[in-house]
């Protein structure tokens, strides 16, 4: 004969209470200097404002470097540098449309490219090609898109198609843009 199930026979119930585990107090914490800078660096971190920084970060350099249409700025944020012959090849895969504007940011090991619309602000292709490229689309500051690839070049190609999408359609300033292009 089966038994009815309750709780005792069901395994996947849990009956035990656990108790929450409480924290120490900042007096209790041992003295580690790396560890203790970092977590005074973190403390009141806000991740919300740190995205926005982000974004206003990108802007910011891409209104400094301010480059015409259809062209390339190349900018190089450390003293060490990504060999300039795949700056070029990158910069040759991706193929600027006429109207847009490209902004590559030399981070040493890893390249990003800004692809901006004919107004900065209108909207914004942040392109990372390191070991795990990303695509990420930003209409109006707002971001409305993020994407990662396996290769390189499946990164480029999608920018590319997002970025004609843009330039052909506009995002309007005073509708919500719903990212039906991207």
């Known amino acids: 004969m089966a038994h009815k199930p309750n709780v005792e026979n069901r395994w996947w119930v849990e009956t035990t209470f656990k108790k929450p585990k409480q924290a120490k107090p900042e007096v209790e914490m041992p003295e580690l200097p790396v560890a203790m800078a ?96 990303s695509v990420d689309a930003y209409v109006w500051s707002v971001m409305y898109r993020e994407r990662t690839f396996r290769r390189a070049e499946e990164a480029l190609r999608q920018a590319r198609k997002w970025a004609i999408n843009l330039l052909q359609y506009p995002p ?9 292009l991207l």
Do not use: S
Not at 43 to 67: C, E, G, M, S, V
Not at 172 to 180: S, V
């Open 38 to 133: 970092f977590y005074q660096v973190a403390r009141d971190y806000d991740q919300d404002r740190a995205k926005d920084d982000l974004t206003d970060n990108n802007l910011r350099i891409a209104r400094q470097a301010n480059p015409p249409p259809g062209d390339w700025v190349y900018i190089a944020m450390t003293e060490e540098h990504y060999p300039p012959h795949l700056v070029k090849r990158v910069k040759d895969e991706f193929r600027l449309p006429r109207e847009a504007r490209g902004i590559v940011l030399d981070h040493g090991r890893l390249v990003r490219l800004l692809i901006c619309g004919p107004g900065l602000e209108d909207w914004m292709l942040d392109i990372t090609l390191g070991d795990e490229p």
């Open 172 to 180: 309007p300033r005073d509708e919500p843009f719903r990212g039906a």
